[in-house]
């Protein structure tokens, strides 16, 4: 091989190359996407109502996409690392990862800059209601004698369900607000989580807990705590005979939700196949009995309902968060 020769044909092995880079080794090709594996970064830690639904979705996704989509949960900061990490992932269809309710919190919080708006949203999956929920012995057996109790001696009760500020913590903020009340009548106990405080609650250390029915669902059954209400729309298919919040003359809804996004600028003939494949898995039975067995609702939002889904859940978080004197600017 003369020295021209070879010039040129490393010029082409160099033009191949960086062609190749450019094109994420064809991961920014539509026509063949997916070609390899696909990581799905989950937030939070293993065995949380996060993990359990992102695992089912990934678990029967693969089916419907064509390569495995592996699971990694990058926690941390609050939720910030994972959900950083998800932002900071290459837009080419091969990362894709659960963004929370918490999205609309830790940037008033003050914890990052991180916000709904850097992510291209493919489908919400869960939206878990909160409830207030009881002790069984308690002597209300309505939400009107419950707000009787709380008006009669504010402050006397508490309430609990995970860190101050979290979303549980935001549902009871707004709940009390909406029935005329102010946010010290029922001053909150900061939990590590919905567990530990239905525990506490079970112990008497707190008198509500304002977590998600799929989280309170096992103590109900088992006849230790009763739910006076849930804060949704309407009633929930698998508790139809709690009743809303709304329905009892107070208007507020609040719940947990899970969606999946990829990093900001996917392309949209990538995020179409992952929109079909997300669509599919969340009608597969095989995803719907998991979830629905775990209690979970589940509920398929994609497109622009989703984008104002999720403008209008920051919205509402960040003036729940306003009122509590929780609201902050990032660092």
């Given at each position: ?8 044909f ?12 450019q ?8 026509d ?28 029967v ?17 609050g ?23 918490e999205?609309t ?6 914890l ?10 493919l ?22 004698e ?5 008006k ?7 309430a609990?369900g ?10 009871r903020?707004?709940?009390?607000s909406a029935a005329?009340?102010?946010e ?17 609650l079970i ?17 109900r ?30 208007d ?63 919205q ?16």
């Open positions: 091989m003369t020295y021209i020769t070879r010039l040129i490393y010029a082409l092995v160099f033009l191949s190359i960086l062609t190749g880079c094109n994420g080794g064809g991961s920014g090709n539509a063949n996407y997916p070609a390899r594996p696909i990581t799905f970064l989950v937030p939070w830690s293993a065995g949380g109502m996060t993990d359990l639904s992102s695992r089912a979705l990934a678990a996704m693969q089916k419907h996409i064509g390569q495995p989509v592996n699971v990694i949960n990058r926690t941390g900061g939720g910030v690392i994972g959900h950083l990490a998800l932002s900071q992932a290459r837009p080419d269809g091969y990362t894709v990862g659960a963004v929370t309710v999205i919190m830790m940037h008033n919080m003050g990052t800059d991180l916000s709904y708006q850097d992510y291209t949203p489908s919400l999956i869960i939206d878990n209601a909160a409830s207030v929920t009881v002790r069984a012995d308690a002597p209300y057996n309505t939400l009107q419950l707000l009787d109790a709380i009669a001696n504010p402050g006397s009760l508490k609990s995970t860190a101050r500020g979290a979303i549980w913590d935001l549902a903020i707004g709940f009390l005329g009340l102010q010290s009548d029922m001053p909150w106990v900061p939990s590590q989580g919905a567990a530990p405080a239905l525990q506490e112990a008497g250390g707190v008198d509500v807990v304002t977590a998600s029915m799929s989280e309170v669902d096992a103590l059954q088992a006849g230790q705590v009763k739910t006076l209400a849930v804060m949704a729309d309407e009633r929930l298919q698998k508790f139809p005979q709690v009743p809303t919040l709304k329905e009892l003359g107070i507020w809804q609040s719940s947990g939700w899970v969606s999946v996004c990829a990093p900001k600028d996917l392309p949209e003939d990538i995020k179409t196949k992952l929109e079909t494949a997300i669509k599919a898995a969340m009608e597969d039975p095989e995803f719907v009995n998991a979830l629905t067995s775990a209690g979970s609702q589940i509920r398929s939002m994609q497109g622009q309902a989703l984008l104002d889904f999720m403008q209008q859940q920051d509402k978080n960040s003036q729940a968060m306003e009122m509590a004197g929780l609201k902050q600017k990032a660092q």
